[in-house]
């Protein structure tokens, strides 16, 4: 009777963990973190990670349309600090995929240069792009505001993250 419940307390670990995938957060000032998210329903989910001082940031990412998105980035860190090329494919949830095939005419593609190291090529990301916005409050009290850019082709992608205290943090996933 034991070995079973223990069997399916291994089964439940494995489960939960095989539906997360790993992330990463430089600092601005080069400290490296590491942690974790997973998707949930429409758009949704969940982030996780281990930051500074050991501290577990955790939140809730939300899908925003491209407009909205820019809008608020460039909020939080300043204007013309965010490029992005093509139509707003973002609140169609790549309608156009099965239709039109692997065309390249709805191809949109955004860029990050800032806070990379000197002589880093630029990162980019390409393909119909969902756009999350998320808030991670830690178990110490510090809060981060998210911005995160990812393609639907590949589910890979990168952002920028924002302390209250102004400390800046870039994410790839």
Not at 58 to 70: A, E, L, Q, S, Y
Not at 106 to 111: D, G, I, K, Q
Not at 142 to 167: E, P
Request: charged share 20%.
């Amino acid at each position: 009777m034991k070995f079973s419940g223990v069997l399916a307390l291994l089964a439940a670990a494995l489960f939960g963990f095989a539906c997360s995938h790993p992330m990463s957060m430089v600092s601005s000032d080069g400290e490296k973190y590491f942690g974790r998210y997973r998707f949930g329903r429409e758009g949704t989910g969940l982030m996780q990670i281990y930051g500074p001082e050991n501290e577990v940031l955790i939140g809730r990412f939300i899908r925003v349309d491209r407009t909205i998105f820019v809008q608020d980035y460039e909020r939080a860190f300043g204007r013309s600090t965010i490029e992005a090329d093509g139509p707003d494919l973002s609140r169609h949830a790549n309608a156009f995929g099965g239709l039109l095939g692997n065309s390249s005419a709805f191809h949109e593609t955004a860029y990050a240069e800032a806070g990379l190291a000197p002589g880093q090529p630029a990162k980019s990301v390409s393909g119909p792009l969902f756009y999350w916005t998320a808030s991670l409050q830690g178990d110490r009290r510090m809060v981060l505001g998210c911005y995160l850019i990812g393609s639907a082709y590949t589910g890979r992608g990168f952002g920028r993250c924002k302390s209250q205290s102004g400390r800046e943090f870039h994410v790839d996933f």
